[in-house]
Protein backbone atom coordinates (compact mmCIF):
# COMPACT_ATOMS: atom_id res chain seq x y z
CA UNK A 1 0.00 0.00 0.00
CA UNK A 2 1.41 3.34 -1.08
CA UNK A 3 0.58 6.56 0.62
CA UNK A 4 0.81 9.80 -0.78
CA UNK A 5 1.63 12.26 1.95
CA UNK A 6 1.51 16.42 1.11
CA UNK A 7 3.43 17.80 3.56
CA UNK A 8 6.19 16.72 1.63
CA UNK A 9 7.55 14.59 4.50
CA UNK A 10 9.72 11.94 3.56
CA UNK A 11 7.92 8.32 4.23
CA UNK A 12 10.53 5.47 4.12
CA UNK A 13 9.84 2.48 2.56
CA UNK A 14 8.95 -0.78 4.83
CA UNK A 15 8.74 -4.01 4.58
CA UNK A 16 7.41 -7.12 6.42
CA UNK A 17 10.30 -9.10 8.34
CA UNK A 18 7.95 -11.70 10.28
CA UNK A 19 5.91 -10.49 12.51
CA UNK A 20 7.53 -6.77 12.18
CA UNK A 21 7.64 -3.99 9.89
CA UNK A 22 10.78 -2.75 9.19
CA UNK A 23 12.21 0.22 7.48
CA UNK A 24 13.85 -0.32 4.34
CA UNK A 25 17.41 1.42 2.70
CA UNK A 26 17.63 0.84 -1.06
CA UNK A 27 21.75 1.02 -0.74
CA UNK A 28 23.83 -0.72 1.94
CA UNK A 29 25.62 3.02 2.19
CA UNK A 30 21.97 4.72 2.87
CA UNK A 31 20.95 2.06 5.60
CA UNK A 32 24.36 2.70 7.43
CA UNK A 33 24.26 6.47 7.33
CA UNK A 34 20.73 5.68 9.06
CA UNK A 35 22.50 3.39 11.39
CA UNK A 36 25.17 6.04 12.48
CA UNK A 37 21.99 8.76 13.01
CA UNK A 38 20.11 6.50 15.26
CA UNK A 39 23.03 5.44 17.48
CA UNK A 40 24.15 9.51 17.55
CA UNK A 41 20.24 10.53 18.48
CA UNK A 42 19.97 7.89 20.82
CA UNK A 43 22.96 7.05 21.87
CA UNK A 44 22.02 3.66 21.43
CA UNK A 45 24.94 0.87 20.30
CA UNK A 46 25.65 0.63 16.65
CA UNK A 47 23.09 -1.41 14.71
CA UNK A 48 23.70 -3.87 11.99
CA UNK A 49 22.69 -3.76 8.72
CA UNK A 50 21.78 -6.72 6.87
CA UNK A 51 20.49 -7.40 2.90
CA UNK A 52 16.90 -8.38 2.95
CA UNK A 53 16.06 -11.98 2.71
CA UNK A 54 12.85 -11.11 0.44
CA UNK A 55 14.02 -8.48 -1.79
CA UNK A 56 16.81 -6.07 -3.11
CA UNK A 57 17.24 -3.80 0.04
CA UNK A 58 18.92 -3.47 2.95
CA UNK A 59 17.67 -2.91 6.45
CA UNK A 60 18.58 -2.05 10.40
CA UNK A 61 19.14 -4.94 13.24
CA UNK A 62 19.77 -3.85 16.53
CA UNK A 63 21.99 -6.78 17.96
CA UNK A 64 19.82 -7.76 21.21
CA UNK A 65 21.57 -11.22 21.40
ZN1 LIG B 1 13.02 -6.40 3.51
Redesign the pocket.
Given at each position: MRKQIRTGIYEPKR?W?GETQ?I?YDTREEAEVAAKVAAYDHGAPALSVYK?E??D?W?LSSKTN
Amino acid sequence: MRKQIRTGIYEPKRCWVGETQKISYDTREEAEVAAKVAAYDHGAPALSVYKCEYGDHWHLSSKTN
